[in-house]
């Protein structure tokens, strides 16, 4: 079945160090995005990939870095520069281009201990 | 402004209620519009695309409003099943999300 993967489902941050989120496709999708959502808000957009070897900050990059080395992996790591790492992490994908249906995976929650 | 803005509820209703919720967008550049529902700590589901003359599906029906830049969630008799946190997104560029509208449905 195609889809969208992300691991782990729970990850743990202790202080000043970084982690990396996993998220792999396999839709043949040229776009991927991560997103964060806190409780209570929306997803606010971190950083886009529109193609491999490409991406672009969102709206909350600060704190936060990605790589898109092969089309079905887009990878997140939260560094320790970002101070309140504490949320839920959305991975997704689309088509082409932005403004179409977004393919999300069951997501990441990340806690700081 | 926010670019989007959406009731933040919650809603609570009875079983075979029928809501409404509504999300208004300051671009007025928007012309086509998503909704996707979320269950709690889940990926948000696109629910369905809502187009200038609005959008159909079963119990579902979204309109567009262009002239006041708001678009409409309408969902009859309602399931416990619709409990969820409806989102709107614009179908445009970087596709700003709404807060959500949280939807309880009770027996």
């Known amino acids: 079945d195609g889809g969208i993967t992300q691991s782990p489902k729970y990850l743990f941050r202790k202080e000043g160090q970084n982690v990396t989120l996993s998220c792999e496709q396999n839709l043949n999708h040229d776009a991927m995005y991560w997103y964060r959502q806190d409780p209570g808000q929306g997803l606010r957009l971190i950083y886009y990939s529109q193609i491999v070897n490409d991406f672009q900050k969102g709206d909350i990059a600060e704190g936060y870095s990605v790589s898109r080395e092969k089309k079905e992996s887009f990878p997140l790591t939260v560094t320790s520069a970002q101070k309140n790492p504490t949320a839920f992490y959305l991975c997704?994908?689309?088509?082409?281009?932005?403004?179409?249906?977004?393919?999300f995976g069951s997501g990441t929650q990340l806690s700081v201990l | 402004r926010k670019e989007v803005e959406q009731d933040p509820g919650p809603f609570n209703v009875p079983e075979g209620a029928t809501v409404a919720f509504n999300c208004t967008y300051s671009n007025s550049a928007s012309q086509s519009f998503f909704w996707y529902r979320q269950d709690c700590r889940k990926e948000p589901k696109l629910l369905m695309s809502v187009y200038s003359s609005g959008n159909e599906d079963g119990r579902f029906t979204a309109q567009l409003n262009r002239a006041s830049q708001y678009i409409s969630l309408l969902i009859r008799d309602s399931k416990l099943s619709d409990s969820a946190t409806y989102l709107c997104v614009p179908r445009r560029g970087k596709l700003i999300f709404g807060q959500g509208t949280e939807l309880s449905v009770k027996p």
């Open positions: 997704a994908s689309s088509v082409r281009d932005m403004g179409e249906q977004l393919f």
